[in-house]
Structure formats: C-alpha cells, structure tokens
C-alpha cells in the first residue's frame, strides 16, 4: 500500500455496535493512511475515540431511498474532495451509493457483517436484485466469519471470492472466578428483537429464590425493564451504556447471549471469551465458530435448554473454572493482531 493513502470508510453511523468498531479497528490498523469516516444518522458513541486517532468526520444525511440523488451527490462531492485510493463500505444504502459512483481511480472493498438479505418484501427482494448487478464494481468483498460467506454465496448468490476476516474482541482483565455462588450473570449486547431478551428474563423467574443475578448492559432497555417488573424479577439490573466494559467484565463469573438471527460474529462474545467468562450462548452457527466446544449451548427459543444451562453451573460451581479456560484459549483464534495483518494484507492485494 502506498504511504499515507486516503481510506474513506463509509457506514450508516457512529453508533457503539459491532460493525462500528470494526471500522475502527480498521483505522487503527492503517495508522499510515489518512483516514476519513462518513456516515449519516446523528448517534455519536464512537466520534470522540475516532476523533483521537485523527479521522476526518463527515456525515451526509440520508432519509430513505427518496433521498438517494441527495446523498449520492454529498458522496461524490466528498470523493472529489478527498481523492482516496481506498473505499471501503460497511451496509447496504453506503454499499449501493460507492458502487454507483464513477470510478476514478479508487479501489473499493465492502464488508458484511450480518444476515442482510433476510424478509420475503419487495423491500428485501429489491435490495437483493440492487446487491447482484452492482456486485461486480467492488474489488474486494469481506465477510466476518465462514456462517456469512456462506450466507451471501446462498442469498445472492455470487461466484465472487469473498474472503473472511474475523473481527476481535478488546482484551480486558482477566475474570477473577472462583469456584462458588452467586452466580453473576452478565449480558452485553443492545436490545434489538433478535437478542431475544425477553427469553432471557423468563428464564430468570426459574432463580428468583437462588443465587444468581442478571446485569444487562447497553441500549434501549425500557421495553425490558417493564417485563422485568412485570415478572417480579428482583435479581435483574440495567447497567445502560459503559465505553469500557471490558473493564466490568472481570467481575461477573458467567456470559449469557441468547440471539435467534442477525448475528454476524458477536463482538460482545469475543470481549468475554477474551476475559475468560465462561459462555452460555444460542446455537446459532455464527456463534458455535466462535466457540468450538468450550461453552454450553442451548437451543435458539428454547427457554427449556437455557434454564438447564443455568442450573449446570449452580450444580457445579467448578464447571465454572473449566469453562473459563476454555473460553480465553479459544479467544486467541480471533487476535486483533491476526485482525491487523489480515487487514494490511488485503489493502496491500487489491
């Protein structure tokens, strides 16, 4: 790659989420480049740790397809601007606005991050014919894990190679477990429907008289903050937002994700497993690429199978132990230096 090259990264916002931090994570592992992010909804989360590593910010709204000719004039007046050598696009309106800009010079990678292709619509089934005939004016196509490459050949399909780069999880302290209750349940992830929380508080009312607490940390939990009240679950609590989690993460001594679809690759799972939490997860194939065998699973929608993983760990606090181990040697498979190397790699290929 050459010498202070301009990435311009585009994605829908600054919002603390998985697909956020990876165009994070890209930047700092391009520290010789010079950098501009753009993206078009007001959330802010990750603006000032973008800031500090020296991004140029530049949002250009976008309101719905009514107001693609809009922001497909702000994009190109940005790529004008900049002149970059790399775009690289993360989501479907930022995918579909760099594959209709003229080509004058760029290169252009797109990443996927998760089932983006789902519902039976003509919204769905538009955004899936726009994904085929634009496919081939982007250079280089990333998927997050193997589950995702297999989910765009079979939904698109392509005979494009796409290859997979595994995002990573902030290495914190290590958990500090030991052998006995309580029981500190912690869960991370925002509250969009396909977390499947209220699965999760309805498995709590099984231990309303044990041992075991739930914290939940991150967005949008009032929803589930009223059926925690309705259910009476006392042992719940709503920690909200924090930017350093991995800092909090030590203090728990179990990692719960309940997702049904949507999923990508968590990053929230990879931040636990990096701090040795021993994990209890839905069987979603993302997720089982995660953690081989060092966790246990539980059927998707199955609250049956999560009370009886819950339940294993009272009955044997040194599952616990033994988890945990498994969890931090099988978090050193998806390092953010492989990340960083993958990465350089593939800028330096294209």
């Known amino acids: 790659m050459r010498p202070k090259a301009t990435v311009v990264q585009f994605i829908d916002s600054l919002f603390r989420g998985g697909a956020q931090k990876v165009v994070v994570d890209i930047v700092e592992a391009l520290p010789d480049c010079n950098h501009v992010v753009c993206y078009w909804s007001n959330e802010n989360d990750l603006r000032a740790e973008l800031e500090r590593l020296g991004v140029t910010l530049v949002r250009i709204p976008f309101y719905g397809m009514w107001s693609l000719p809009y922001s497909w004039i702000k994009f190109y007046m940005l790529i004008r601007k900049y002149r970059p050598e790399f775009i690289h696009s993360h989501m479907f309106v930022p995918n579909l606005l760099v594959r209709m800009v003229p080509r004058t010079g760029f290169t252009t990678l797109a990443t996927y991050h998760g089932e983006c292709f789902e519902g039976s619509g003509w919204k769905a089934s538009m955004t899936r014919w726009l994904e085929r005939i634009l496919l081939h004016r982007t250079d280089k196509l990333i998927a997050v894990s193997q589950y995702i490459k297999e989910y765009l050949i079979t939904r698109l399909p392509t005979s494009r190679q796409i290859e997979v780069v595994f995002n990573f999880g902030k290495t914190g302290p290590n958990a500090l477990l030991t052998p006995y209750l309580p029981l500190r349940i912690v869960a991370t992830s925002n509250n969009h429907p396909y977390k499947n929380y209220p699965l999760l508080l309805s498995a709590m009312q099984e ?111 040194n599952l616990i132990v033994r988890l945990s181990g498994g969890s931090k040697s099988r978090a050193q498979l998806f390092s953010k230096t492989r990340f960083t190397d993958h990465i350089r790699a593939i800028y330096d290929r294209v």
């Open 207 to 317: 231990f309303k008289d044990e041992p075991v607490f739930l914290d939940i940390y991150g967005h949008g939990m009032q929803s589930l903050k009223d059926l925690a009240n309705k259910l009476g679950l006392k042992n719940v609590s709503f920690k909200g937002v924090v930017s350093n989690l991995d800092q909090f993460l030590p203090t728990y001594n179990t990692y719960v994700i309940t997702s049904n679809s949507g999923e990508g690759f968590s990053l929230s799972l990879l931040e636990a497993m990096n701090s040795g939490l021993p994990i209890v997860c839905s069987n979603l194939p993302q997720f089982l690429e995660a953690v081989g065998s060092d966790a246990l699973i539980f059927s998707k929608d199955s609250e049956l199978e999560l009370v009886d993983c819950i339940k294993r760990l009272i009955k044997d606090p």
